[in-house]
C-alpha cells in the first residue's frame, strides 16, 4: 500500500521560508517522478514543482520559479520543498504527489497523492 505524508507547514510571515518534506512507502520511489500541488481556497489546484525520477530535471510553476527548490533524496524516499521569499498569494493546501509518467503530473492527473499540509503567509 503506497503512502505519502506531507509535513512541514505553518504560518510564516511574507518573506520567510518553509521546508516541506513528504515521506513516501509501498512503491519503488527511484522510479517515480515527485512533486508538489496547491490549491488555495475558491481556487483551482495548480501544479507548484515537479522532480523527474533521476532527479535530474525539474519543473517549477512561472509564480515560484527562483523562491522554491524541489529536491529529493532516493535512499529515504522523501523529497522537499524548499520555500523562500514566501508570499500571502502563496497560502494554500500543499499536496505531494507522484506518478511514473512526467505528463501525469503536469496535467494534474498523479496516480497517488499524500494528504495536504497547510502553508499560511498572512498579508
Known amino acids: 500500500q503506497v503512502q505519502m505524508v506531507a509535513s512541514g507547514g505553518g504560518q510564516v510571515q511574507a518573506g520567510g521560508s518553509l521546508r516541506l518534506t513528504c515521506t513516501t512507502s509501498?512503491?519503488?520511489?527511484?522510479?517515480?517522478?515527485v512533486g508538489w500541488f496547491r490549491q488555495a481556497p475558491g481556487k483551482s489546484r495548480e501544479g507548484v514543482s515537479f522532480?523527474?525520477?533521476?532527479?535530474?530535471?525539474?519543473h517549477y510553476a512561472e509564480a515560484v520559479k527562483g523562491r522554491f527548490v524541489i529536491s529529493r533524496d532516493n535512499a529515504k524516499s522523501t523529497f522537499f520543498l524548499q520555500m523562500n521569499n514566501l508570499r500571502p498569494e502563496d497560502t494554500a493546501m500543499y499536496y505531494c504527489?507522484?506518478?511514473?509518467?512526467?505528463?501525469?503530473?503536469?496535467?494534474?492527473?498523479?496516480?497517488?497523492w499524500g494528504q495536504g499540509t497547510q502553508v499560511s503567509v498572512p498579508s
Open positions: 504527489a507522484a506518478d511514473r509518467v512526467m505528463s501525469n503530473m503536469l496535467k494534474g492527473s498523479p496516480t497517488y
Open positions: 522532480i523527474m525520477w533521476a532527479g535530474g530535471n525539474t
Open positions: 509501498g512503491l519503488r520511489f527511484a522510479d517515480y517522478n
